[in-house]
């Protein structure tokens, strides 16, 4: 196992008990993007549900820069592994969950809870799944994850509350539909499905220019009209995932 940079070993000697402050990036912005998954959960208890779902978005691109940061820094250790997990727990499980239930589902307090719930669990055994084969290498030539992960996931699952705060379909009257979906997504996160993996994603360099362009254009309109984006990014993504699974069955047909 390798050394973990957050704790001092007694048994090492005196010179290697300090470490370099820039190691511990990695693990400040998983707290970072754990509060603000904490913060959602108290929004979304408020009822400042834009605020809410604004933050586990939040939570979603910070995650994205933590493992970054280990691996450029060498700061990757076992403690933060442990740590991101535990983070995404709580942002992409219980705060998308806890937001959609008070949001949508005041009406069906029953069985929507149990839906919720189903989504959660769905979430904690998809983290539980990949930490087991974190150290295991991937089958030769798999460039996508086994089911969805859980930050695709929880924007997945916020799509009911996206629609309505786009004004497109206020799910508070379809409280039965959303609870079911939200159990949909928690399925999704521990299927075999094969999703979409962005380290297997290649630019060609003609190309680039353009993809730089597209994403600009993406990230505009996100801060201009976000629920609508996001409706739109979490459709296509379901589109995608059914797209995927159409061709998967047809090769084994």
């Given at each position: 196992m390798d050394r973990?940079?957050?704790?001092?070993?007694?048994?090492?000697?005196?010179?290697?008990?300090?470490l370099p402050l820039v190691q511990l990036i990695p693990n400040l912005v998983t707290l970072l993007g754990l509060c603000a998954g904490l913060t959602?959960?108290?929004?979304?208890?408020?009822?400042?549900?834009?605020?809410?779902?604004?933050?586990?978005?939040?939570?979603?691109?910070?995650?994205?820069?933590?493992?970054?940061?280990?691996?450029?820094?060498?700061?990757?250790?076992?403690?933060?592994?442990?740590?991101d997990s535990l983070s995404d727990f709580v942002c992409f499980g219980v705060?998308?969950?806890?937001?959609?239930?008070?949001a949508l589902l005041q009406d069906w307090p029953g069985l929507g809870w149990v839906l919720v719930l189903i989504y959660v669990l769905g979430a904690c055994l998809r983290l539980a799944r990949f930490n087991v084969n974190r150290n295991a290498p991937p089958p030769p030539g798999r460039v996508h994850f086994v089911g969805v992960p859980a930050p695709a996931g929880a924007m997945l699952g916020l799509l009911p509350l996206y629609l309505t705060l786009a004004g497109w379909m206020d799910m508070r009257e379809w409280p039965a539909l959303a609870g079911l979906y939200m159990a949909f997504v928690g399925?999704?996160?521990?299927?075999?499905?094969?999703?979409?993996?962005?380290?297997?994603?290649?630019?060609?360099?003609?190309?680039?220019?353009?993809?730089?362009?597209?994403?600009?254009?993406?990230?505009?309109?996100?801060?201009?009209q976000p629920w609508v984006v996001l409706a739109v990014?979490?459709?296509?993504?379901?589109?995608?995932?059914a797209w995927g699974s159409w061709r998967d069955r047809r090769k084994l047909a």
């Open positions: 973990d940079p957050a704790f001092e070993d007694e048994s090492e000697p005196a010179d290697r008990r300090t959602a959960i108290r929004y979304g208890i408020a009822g400042s549900w834009q605020v809410a779902a604004g933050l586990i978005v939040l939570a979603a691109l910070i995650d994205g820069m933590d493992g970054l940061l280990a691996r450029k820094l060498n700061a990757a250790s076992h403690f933060g592994a442990e740590l705060a998308p969950g806890i937001v959609i239930y008070s399925l999704l996160m521990i299927s075999r499905l094969p999703t979409p993996s962005p380290k297997g994603w290649r630019v060609p360099r003609k190309r680039a220019a353009l993809v730089l362009v597209g994403v600009a254009v993406y990230a505009g309109a996100l801060v201009s990014s979490d459709l296509a993504y379901l589109a995608v995932l």
